[in-house]
């Protein structure tokens, strides 16, 4: 519903009489909604209140912040290094045990191109995931490193 007084245009916005005034005087800012008004039986008229914004704890970051930082940190490679003292199913069961989610499939061909090439990638995954990965590789007596993944994921 639209009605017209003077230099406002008054536009309906629900069924409880709440209306939205858009200022169409000799302004540059033509349409641009000015305040919205609550003018019906028993309301005052007054303007909306203004929206809370959340606040962190001054060295809290919030869930926002976190979720964005683990998206844009770069990815590392958790490198598995031939040794010549462990046998191959070890290799194979130390994988399984220590990255989560290998599969006896991936642990075997990691174990085999590390064998033969002299290396291999067990994992690609965040700085703090790596450097814990590889720490356990290297509890377990295997040889393994870490390096940013950059250029060639």
């Not at 770069?74 to 599969?103: A, C, F, S, W």
């Not at 291999?120 to 007596?141: F, K, P, T, Y």
């Amino acid at each position: 519903m639209k009605k017209s007084k003077g230099s406002m245009v008054w536009f309906s916005l629900a069924s409880n009489g709440d209306r939205l005034s858009l200022y169409k005087g000799h302004c540059a800012n033509h349409g641009i909604p000015t305040a919205i008004l609550a003018t019906g039986p028993g309301k005052g008229g007054g303007l909306l209140e203004r929206p809370t914004i959340e606040k962190t704890t001054p060295g809290r970051e919030s869930e926002f912040d976190l979720r964005k930082s683990r998206k844009t940190a770069p990815p590392y490679r958790v490198i598995l290094h031939n040794d010549n003292y462990n046998k191959r199913e070890y290799v194979v069961q130390v994988l399984m045990k220590v990255i989560p989610g290998m599969t006896l499939d991936n642990a075997v061909n990691i174990m085999q191109e590390a064998h033969y090439n002299g290396l291999a990638v067990v994992i690609i995954c965040s700085q703090a995931d790596a450097e814990e990965h590889c720490m356990q590789l290297r509890g377990n007596g295997l040889l393994s490193s870490i390096e940013p993944a950059s250029g060639g994921c």
